[in-house]
């Protein structure tokens, strides 16, 4: 994956982390819970990728 390149969205993160791209860092919206969510942390642990959880966005 290029230096500046951007994933949006749980399920194309997992994709990304699936497929071997190297994945710097990935910030996950505070306050989800659902089965992608815990699929999503459980590989991210499993393959050392940091990350950080971020607020959600006031209008």
């Keep these: 994956m290029e230096k500046d ?3 949006f969205g749980t399920r194309a993160i997992i994709e990304a ?3 071997g791209n190297n994945i ?4 996950i919206k505070t306050g989800l819970d659902n089965e992608l969510y815990q699929q999503l942390i459980s590989l991210i642990k499993e393959n050392g990728i940091p990350f950080q959880f971020v607020p ?3 209008n």
């Design 5 to 7: 390149e951007y994933i």
């Design 17 to 19: 982390i699936n497929k």
């Design 24 to 27: 710097e860092k990935v910030f």
């Design 56 to 58: 959600l966005e006031k």
